[in-house]
């Protein structure tokens, strides 16, 4: 995989909206697949920038959902379909039919998971993936010891998980489902091309077991060695455990500019 060195988040957001800019130039309606949390929230707003400064079109791109919560409506503010609708769909100027995701409210939920991963699939599948990374290594919800081989599936969030994500429930535990749609690694691994960000210094040991530690379902991110295209952005403190990192700042700095990430 090519790892990228970055001074900052804002470095790496517009490093990576910039990779989203010239595969939307070269492939108008392609499919985004994107993640919530904070982590990617530079790259999301250096593509609006761009939108808004008439630099790309999206008025043809399609949006695809990493994972969604069970049991919350889709019009729930803390859905991850309305958290998405706001920081990634209206910012972009994306409708909403452009949109894809499993339904987190169906009765028959490992039936939503199947039809979900048919769905990208029937889409064309995803050109890029959007990740960020856990303090343990996890990727989507998929956590250590989740198959490499795994598709679209129910999970159960842990106590810390969702006492971490209290804070967008009102600090209130007793509000976070127990339960989670996330796409699986395999699912994840389908995408054409996969970029994960990952920023501050809480993330080194994660960023160091997937890049150059040995492949293995502890570190679900490490997964990561066995795709065609694969792209680590980190920040400095990021890559502060990266025994490699001098080699590679070298190959970025080296590679053609016409290549991208």
């Not at 130039?25 to 920038?49: E, F, H, I, M, N």
């Not at 890029?128 to 919800?141: A, N």
């Not at 490699?244 to 053609?256: G, Q, S």
Request: proline share 6%; net charge negative.
């Amino acid at each position: 995989m090519e790892v990228v060195i970055v001074p900052d988040a804002k470095a790496g957001g517009e490093i990576i909206a910039e990779a989203m800019a010239r595969l939307l130039r070269r492939k108008p309606d392609a499919l985004l697949g994107v993640a919530t949390g904070s982590t990617p929230l530079p790259v999301y707003q250096a593509l609006a920038a761009k939108v808004a400064a008439g630099a790309v079109d999206t008025s043809r791109a399609r949006v695809a959902q990493l994972d969604e919560y069970v049991g919350l409506p889709a019009d729930h503010p803390e859905s991850y379909r309305s958290v998405l609708r706001r920081e990634v769909l209206e910012p972009l100027g994306i409708g909403v039919d452009a949109f894809m995701g499993p339904d987190g409210t169906a009765e028959d939920i490992p039936g939503a998971c199947e039809a979900y991963d048919t769905a990208l699939a029937e889409a064309g599948g995803v050109d890029l993936q959007l990740l960020g990374i856990g303090t343990d290594g996890h990727i989507g919800f998929n956590e250590p010891c989740s198959s490499l081989a795994s598709r679209t599936r129910i999970k159960t969030l842990t106590e810390q998980t969702r006492i971490d994500n209290a804070r967008f429930f009102d600090g209130d535990m007793e509000q976070v489902p127990h339960h989670v749609i996330t796409q699986g690694i395999g699912t994840i691994l389908d995408a054409r091309h996969v970029v994960l960000l990952a920023t501050g210094e809480g993330k080194a040991d994660a960023v160091a077991a997937s890049v150059e530690g040995p492949l293995a379902s502890v570190c679900p991110a490490s997964a990561l060695q066995l795709h065609p295209h694969a792209t680590v952005v980190v920040d400095e403190d990021a890559a502060s455990k990266l025994k490699l990192a001098h080699y590679f700042r070298h190959t970025y700095v080296n590679k053609p500019e016409w290549q991208g990430i």
